[in-house]
């Protein structure tokens, strides 16, 4: 790797005592772990454009959060020898419900780039969806690849810069793309802007030329100048009609975005808040999930970004609706720690974890996942989404909670209505111990589990109103303490993965 995106030796690396980053990680076991080695490669400032996110980064942090709160219900003398961890997508067949969301300029973490990545998910066959700011050309990328090939797209002032892509995809083989939808300019990503960052002089745009590629170098700049901001849902029609290609709509969370991206003709939904890169203070993707599933009525497939790390992630996510969930971060961190190997042994790892959480859940295959899967954090109180007893479940049999305007279990009349009840809402009649949050433990139980490993996150949605402040349904008394926090004892930096 060149040294413009290898971390320079020093004199205090693999020092515990002045290198703030962790001891290396020998055998990588986890997601995290190739988190901890890629940082030891990457000079501080790649690093923090990698792993970054926009504002205070409450919402980088809350996609992990809410996962990690999650409780799963297992199944004891399941029968599976071997579940089937395959699904089906836009015709094509994944090996996992899993592939690798849109990330810029692979070269950043290693000089093969992303023919590399798709070499590797494919021999695993695992889709990739390339970035419109990929470091190499769509052609070089089809030519590594063997599973289904997705090409990510912002639209430019220039329409017929992105109606070229798009064709240029079509011709390569690419099976569908990925039209980002939240992104009328970069989000305030305030780690880059106080590193200065550019992205060195020998990565550029491979797919860009003339004024959409001018200033790119500096991404939040060139979005302003570049990126097209009266875009509107008519251009998901003329899109699908120049290329020929499904369109997905990606940057979801809203049960009105998901309605009108369906009405214009996706083909998809992504439901992502850009890893946390965005709009700081928007709700974690697994938040965000049943409400737009909910909206979407099945007509067409939900996909979930941000904040997956486990297997268990997955089936969460799966549980709730989706069809699959992309990784974004990881991918990169992986090229960074050991180039396409490592991105096979990454994925490896995640999906048979997947495969073991299945097992270990009682699914042989994934069209069985439903919110049952997920434990009832309250004695006698609904899973979202589950039907009535006795109800018939319609087709597709996704279960899953009623979108913002639907009254909620609990909640006394005449309040506004605060969106879909998350995992751990407190039955009719039973007072909220804490704010509704997945997984949110009853008043007086410990939380179970331990945070993932790095600095212990305080901030998101399960700590935005503050200890010690009333919360709505709480009585007249001791403050209502709500749910355990953590107290940030290093720079969040050493815990980020969106």
């Not at 470091?135 to 070229?164: K, N």
């Not at 297997?311 to 996510?317: H, K, M, S, W």
């Not at 720690?337 to 999906?351: D, E, F, K, N, W």
């Not at 996942?369 to 597709?396: E, K």
Request: proline share 13%; with cysteine.
């Amino acid at each position: 790797m060149t040294s413009a995106t290898r971390r320079p030796a020093d004199a205090t690396a693999g020092d515990p005592a002045r290198d703030p980053v962790r001891e290396p990680v020998r055998e990588p076991l986890t997601l995290d772990d190739f988190a901890a080695l890629a940082r030891r490669e990457l000079p501080p400032e790649v690093w923090d454009f990698i792993a970054g996110g926009a504002g205070r980064e409450r919402t980088l942090a809350a996609n992990e959060a809410v996962f990690d709160a999650v409780r799963l219900r297992p199944r004891a003398l399941p029968g599976i020898e071997e579940p089937d961890t395959s699904v089906e997508l836009l015709g094509s067949r994944w090996a996992a419900p899993v592939g690798i969301a849109p990330v810029a300029y692979h070269e950043l973490a290693h000089p093969d780039g992303e023919p590399a990545t798709a070499a590797a998910a494919g021999a695993l066959g695992l889709p990739l969806v390339v970035s419109t700011f990929a470091s190499r050309t769509l052609e070089e990328v089809a030519r590594a690849a063997s599973a289904p090939l997705w090409l990510q797209l912002y639209c430019f002032r220039d329409h017929g810069t992105t109606l070229d892509l798009a064709r240029r995809a079509r011709d390569s083989g690419y099976q569908a793309l990925v039209l980002t939808v939240d992104t009328p300019f970069t989000g305030r990503r305030l780690r880059d802007l106080r590193n200065g960052f550019a992205v060195p002089a020998h990565i550029t745009p491979a797919n860009l030329a003339g004024s959409a590629a001018a200033g790119s170098a500096t991404p939040s700049a060139h979005s302003r100048l570049a990126f097209d901001r009266r875009l509107d849902w008519s251009f998901v029609a003329r899109l699908r009609a120049e290329s020929g290609l499904p369109v997905l709509a990606k940057g979801v969370l809203t049960a009105a975005d998901a309605e009108a991206a369906v009405r214009a003709g996706v083909a998809g939904v992504v439901v992502s808040n850009h890893g946390g890169r965005q709009l700081d203070g928007v709700p974690a993707t697994l938040e965000a999930l049943p409400e737009v599933v909910s909206a979407v009525r099945g007509r067409v497939p939900v996909l979930l970004d941000g904040g997956v790390r486990t297997g268990a992630d997955i089936l969460t996510a799966l549980a709730l609706g989706a069809h699959a969930v992309l990784v974004g971060r990881p991918a990169l961190y992986a090229l960074a720690a050991g180039g396409g190997p490592a991105v096979h042994r990454m994925l490896t790892l995640l999906t048979a974890d997947f495969a073991d959480t299945m097992t270990l859940t009682g699914h042989a295959t994934t069209r069985t996942i439903t919110p049952d899967t997920l434990f009832r954090p309250h004695p006698g109180s609904p899973v979202p989404g589950s039907p009535v007893p006795g109800s018939p479940v319609p087709a597709p049999a996704y279960r899953v909670p009623p979108h913002a305007g639907v009254p909620q279990p609990g909640r006394p009349p005449g309040l506004p209505d605060s969106g879909p009840p998350y995992l751990g809402s407190p039955p009719p009649g039973r007072l909220a111990s804490g704010p509704p949050h997945l997984g949110s433990p009853p008043a007086g139980l410990p939380v179970s589990g331990a945070p993932r490993s790095g600095p212990q996150w305080s901030g998101g949605p399960a700590s935005q109103l503050a200890s010690g402040s009333p919360q709505p349904g709480t009585p007249p008394g001791p403050p209502d303490p709500g749910p355990p926090t953590l107290p940030r004892t290093v720079p969040y930096t050493d815990r980020s993965h969106g």
